[in-house]
């Protein structure tokens, strides 16, 4: 059994800097995968088959923080730490608690993996985005509440605290739910991917 790495690179220097080429990675590999000092922005997605069937996906995002500067020390007031975050999703996991997402039910393992990476990566057209917000929008009405995140969570194999959901949702909207101009914010400004993807030690 393998992973897949289909590398993405945001760009954030010259794109022959950063070209990859796509690779079979082994477990250990991917285990092992280290961030180069030119990356600013990485975000991978790694697949294990059997017999042509995913079975398991994992995200990867990592976002370079502030590089120590030698003439000018640096403090911990405004310095940014190197952010790396790691998410597996087992099909095993999704076949047992999809049913909380009921318009994620007609659509196999895989599908839904594709539809979370617009949701980590902040990368997207609004169309795409707009349909995933109406499958994770269990009500159908227009908006996603904390019990819609709180149940996304928990397909993909996460827990948290509803204290820590109830607060990301209330610190983008007053109302306590979230419209489509909300998840779009929920997305780009990092919360959802923080919400999602446990933070990994690259060390």
């Given at each position: 059994?393998?992973?897949?790495?289909?590398?993405?690179?945001?760009?954030?220097?010259?794109?022959?800097?950063?070209?990859?080429?796509?690779?079979?990675?082994?477990?250990?590999?991917?285990?092992?995968?280290?961030?180069?000092?030119?990356?600013?922005?990485?975000?991978?997605?790694?697949?294990?088959?059997?017999?042509?069937?995913?079975?398991?996906?994992?995200?990867?995002?990592?976002?370079?923080?502030?590089?120590?500067?030698?003439?000018?020390?640096?403090?911990?007031?405004?310095?940014?730490?190197?952010?790396?975050?790691?998410?597996?999703?087992?099909?095993?996991?999704?076949?047992r608690y999809n049913d909380r997402l009921p318009n994620f039910r007609r659509l196999t393992f895989e599908q839904f993996c594709e539809s979370l990476a617009p949701i980590i990566?902040?990368?997207?057209?609004?169309?795409?985005?707009?349909?995933?917000?109406?499958?994770?929008?269990?009500?159908?009405?227009?908006?996603?509440?904390?019990?819609?995140?709180?149940?996304?969570?928990?397909?993909?194999?996460?827990?948290?605290?509803?204290?820590?959901?109830?607060?990301?949702?209330?610190?983008?909207?007053?109302?306590?739910?979230?419209?489509?101009?909300?998840?779009?914010?929920?997305?780009?400004?990092?919360?959802?991917?923080?919400?999602?993807?446990?933070?990994?030690?690259?060390?």
């Open positions: 059994m393998e992973y897949h790495h289909p590398p993405v690179i945001i760009p954030t220097t010259p794109s022959h800097v950063l070209a990859h080429q796509a690779q079979d990675w082994k477990i250990m590999q991917v285990i092992n995968n280290k961030i180069r000092d030119d990356i600013v922005k990485k975000y991978a997605q790694y697949t294990k088959r059997v017999n042509g069937e995913m079975i398991k996906v994992m995200y990867e995002w990592f976002e370079r923080g502030d590089r120590p500067n030698r003439n000018r020390p640096q403090t911990s007031v405004g310095f940014h730490r190197d952010k790396h975050f790691r998410l597996e999703i087992n099909k095993d996991t999704f076949d990566t902040g990368q997207y057209k609004d169309h795409q985005l707009r349909q995933t917000f109406e499958r994770l929008d269990s009500d159908n009405d227009g908006y996603l509440n904390q019990h819609d995140i709180e149940n996304l969570l928990l397909v993909v194999g996460r827990s948290e605290s509803n204290y820590k959901v109830q607060d990301m949702v209330s610190r983008l909207s007053s109302r306590g739910k979230l419209n489509f101009e909300d998840f779009k914010r929920f997305i780009n400004e990092g919360f959802a991917r923080e919400l999602l993807m446990p933070s990994f030690d690259n060390n």
